[in-house]
């Protein structure tokens, strides 16, 4: 199972991306969302969370990745697959490649049923269709037909590396919505968890006051004033 702390994961699950990235900015991180990659599926449950398992792929190479590699149980795509734990995500390095799928039905079927929490690919998946119908988060580059082994040497397994532009190291938490997915490193997890669910109230009591007419000055960011408003309705709610 995940080992991040429950009330962090929890968190991690009801707050927006947007807002993570914001507060991965005020710590000084700006290349934390992957770029060129949505939501393929649209899972029951909240965010996609979860701690970062890697696979890399290089480019491939004719003697190499023919069809009979794949009777190699050890095959890093295929041991990568049997090897990511339950509740950690697996993220894969397709370079941005988007050619040649990688990865399909059953391999994202095997992810599921063996408990991972999501798959997350630079690179298109092909039974696109079928997989866009699971209960399951996929966040990849769209769909491809050709099979993986035309332009992917599978070869590392868990070690840092680059996804949609962004350097992904094991163990970072990787968390999805509907605009996409940002890389936490995960010892900043516990706090940029809580602090997202307080900016997020924050940004409720800010959005009520702009319906109401309010002019952005001083309201957004909030000034003082603004900010004793603000606690005052945060008693009146419990928060």
């Known amino acids: 199972m995940s080992d991040l702390n429950p009330t962090t994961l929890e968190n991690l699950r009801h707050v927006s991306v947007a807002t993570l990235c914001t507060q991965l900015f005020k710590r000084g991180f700006r290349n934390v969302f992957l770029q060129g990659i949505a939501r393929l599926t649209d899972p029951s449950g909240g965010n996609l969370v979860g701690p970062a398992y890697t696979m890399r792929n290089i480019p491939a190479r004719e003697d190499l990745d023919q069809i009979s590699a794949f009777q190699d149980p050890n095959h890093p795509q295929r041991k990568g697959i049997e090897s990511v734990p339950p509740g950690h995500v697996l993220v894969i390095d397709c370079r941005g490649e988007t050619r040649v799928a990688s990865g399909g039905g059953i391999l994202t079927t095997r992810l ?128």
């Open 112 to 239: 599921q049923v063996r408990g991972a929490a999501g798959l997350v690919s630079d690179g298109p998946v092909r039974d696109s269709g079928f997989i866009a119908e699971m209960d399951f988060p996929v966040y990849c580059a769209g769909g491809s037909a050709p099979l993986n082994l035309i332009h992917h040497h599978a070869v590392d397994l868990n070690v840092p590396i680059g996804c949609g532009g962004v350097a992904v190291y094991p163990g970072d938490v990787v968390v999805g919505d509907d605009e996409g997915v940002v890389i936490i490193p995960a010892h900043l997890a516990d706090e940029v968890a809580r602090d997202a669910v307080e900016q997020e109230k924050m940004e409720v009591f800010i959005l009520e006051r702009v319906q109401g007419g309010a002019k952005l000055a001083g309201t957004y960011p909030p000034n003082a004033e603004t900010l004793a408003a603000y606690a005052e309705w945060a008693k009146t709610r419990g928060a």
